[in-house]
Structure formats: structure tokens, C-alpha cells
């Protein structure tokens, strides 16, 4: 199988769907997202992807506990699921729980919403979240906390 490995051209929605699922399918290119691939070849994509964003964007440190809790998730349903070990499903069904409540706690709205803040702050079409990358999600993003930022500065001093 070939994978889809570079931010700039997996979908954003692949990238959500991966992150709810755990199953790097939506990482396989031309598939039509049917089946299930939690190989380790597919997971190294996966973090390699994963570090690719962080490099070019960086990450807070609550989106980094986070992100830690769901390597953990992958690697223990992984595990499970190729082992048969109901009790590593159980451990990894219990850490999907912690970032669960660890993302309600973090979150300050849900992923559609930060379409609509793009939307918003930089005008033209709603983003769809099958034709806007994980790197132009990201980009888009960082402008757009850049500018708020950059506004809350003008408001507080003057």
C-alpha cells in the first residue's frame, strides 16, 4: 500500500477521521476508506505526519499531552487488535477516555468551528474538510490566532 505522506496533501478530514478511529486507512492513497490498516508501517506515517506539523506549526503544551495520550491509544489498540489481548483493549479503551475528557477540558469549541473562525477571519467559502489539507488547516490557523493576537494587542494598549 502506499500512503499519503506529506501534510500538504492529506485531507483534513482523513486526518480527523484518523484521530477519532485510530485507523490509518484514511492515510492509504486512492482508497476509498473501506477496511481497516493499523499496520506499524501505516502508524510510522501516521507519527512522521504528525511530526511534520509539529516541526512547521509547533503545538501547545495541552495539545501535546493530548497528543501523547493518543500515540498511546494507537499503540495499545494496535497492539490489541494484533494480539487478540482483550485486556490492551480495555487499557486502551480506558485512555481513549482520558483524552476524551482531557479534549472537553482543552477544547475551546469543536473541530467544525475552527472552519468557521477561518471562514470568518479570512473571508471567501466555508472550508470543506475533504478538499483543505492538514497543512493548509494548520497555516490557516496560525494566521488567523496571529492576527487575533495582534488585535487583542491593539485593544489592550490603545
Known sequence: ?????????????????????????????????????RTEKAFKVYQMLN?????????????????????????????????GNRHKEWRAELIKKDIENMSNKESTGKREDSLVVIHKELGGVMPNPREMTVDQFHYNMSFVNRSLIAQKKLITNG
Not at 502506499?2 to 492515510?27: A, C, E, H, M, R
Open 1 to 37: 500500500m502506499k500512503y499519503l505522506d506529506n501534510i500538504t496533501k492529506v485531507p483534513l478530514q482523513s486526518w480527523w477521521d484518523i484521530q477519532d478511529t485510530g485507523n490509518f486507512i484514511y492515510l492509504v492513497k486512492g482508497s476509498d476508506h473501506q477496511g481497516e490498516d
Open 51 to 83: 511530526d511534520q506539523v509539529i516541526t512547521k506549526y509547533g503545538v501547545s503544551s495541552a495539545f501535546m499531552k493530548i497528543l501523547k495520550k493518543k500515540k498511546q491509544y494507537l499503540v495499545m489498540m494496535n497492539d490489541a487488535l494484533s494480539t
